[in-house]
């Protein structure tokens, strides 16, 4: 939790204003953020100086494992993250690769399990890194990449937290993710749950001990909108100690996750919270 703040406060200090011009809006920003996520000790990074919403941040990466391309199918499993990407987006809806209402296009988990190759089939990343993983097996590129920089123009939004790099040591495995682009008051919530939840599930499904989960942030923002609650009102706050995320131990496979899993399957344990905060969201 102390991480999380003294990035905020690091982007206070140090932070230049940059001009957005997708959002209209000025970014105070650092380039560089390293965060690291303690998942064998159970220290779930969740943030306690405003009431956060875990669900909805594991609900986003199912959809993402389940390769998901639609908002409706994300409300359907607990998440509304994407309605406002998918349907107020100004350049979407002009899109000529949009299918209609709720489609988000080729983004996140369609590259993640069905990445168009150029004989027509296709390619799922995670479906190879997760049998590899089942036994044992690290050929130094288990990578999960929603980068596809051919394909950004049949997309929303290209994705943020864009690659994920499983490792492993002896009977434990570890993730390094990275992201291009970070939201630090509202995006950050989400991809710290998200991050630390992946390296937990992964290695519930492969019968390895989860280690340690590395997060690498390139581009650090908090947008003009959103300053004054930051610096005036979350982090005047004392953060509670974390609490810890428990997974259904029946979970056992890839297919348990794309096929019966729901967000009853995860429950937070000792979660203490200051009261919640509403920052404004810029699509
Ligand atoms: N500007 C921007 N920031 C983001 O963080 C972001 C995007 N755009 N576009 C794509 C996704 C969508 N994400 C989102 C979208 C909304 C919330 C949000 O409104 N969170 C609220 C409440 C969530 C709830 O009630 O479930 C929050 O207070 O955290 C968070 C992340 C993260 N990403
Ligand atoms: O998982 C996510 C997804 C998105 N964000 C934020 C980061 C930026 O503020 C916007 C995306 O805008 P770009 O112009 O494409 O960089 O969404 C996030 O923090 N986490």
């Known amino acids: 939790m102390r991480q999380y703040l003294d990035l905020c406060q ?5 932070g230049e204003w940059v001009e957005n011009e997708r959002t209209g809006k000025r970014c105070l920003t650092v380039i560089n953020a390293d965060l690291e996520y303690d998942v064998a000790n159970n220290q779930f990074p969740l943030i306690t100086t405003r ?12 959809g993402y494992l389940r390769g998901y391309d639609n908002a409706a199918d994300f409300r359907a499993i607990g998440c509304r993250t994407w309605d406002a990407n998918a349907n107020d987006n100004k350049d979407w809806l002009n899109n000529p690769h949009r299918k209609g209402e ?10 993640g399990r069905r990445w168009q190759k150029p004989d027509g089939s296709t390619l799922d990343q995670l479906q190879k890194i997760a049998d590899d993983l089942k036994r044992g097996i690290d050929d130094r590129g ?8 051919g394909e950004f123009d049949m997309g929303c939004l290209r994705p943020c937290m ?14 390094t993710s990275y992201q291009r682009s970070c ?4 995006g950050l919530n989400f991809n710290q749950v998200q991050v630390f939840f992946l390296l937990k599930i992964m290695a519930q ?5 989860p280690g340690k989960a590395y997060h690498k942030i390139v581009n650090a923002h908090i947008y003009e909108d959103q300053l004054q609650l930051m610096r005036d009102v979350q982090l005047k706050r004392e953060p509670y100690p974390s609490p810890s995320l428990h997974i259904n131990p029946e979970i056992k496979s890839l297919k348990d996750l794309e096929t019966w899993v729901t967000l009853d399957d995860f429950e937070v344990k ?14």
């Open 162 to 175: 864009h690659t994920h790099t499983f490792s492993v040591l002896g009977d434990t495995l570890y993730l």
């Open 270 to 283: 000792g979660y203490q919270y200051h009261e919640a905060i509403k920052y404004p969201f810029s699509v």
């Open 102 to 111: 709720d489609d988000m296009g080729r983004v996140y988990g369609v590259q």
């Open 51 to 62: 009431k956060s919403y875990w669900k909805a941040a594991i609900a986003e990466m199912l």
């Open 10 to 14: 690091r982007i206070i200090d140090e």
């Open 183 to 186: 939201d630090v008051p509202l």
């Open 142 to 149: 288990e990578i999960l990449t929603f980068y596809n920089p």
């Open 205 to 209: 499904i492969s019968g390895l001990k």
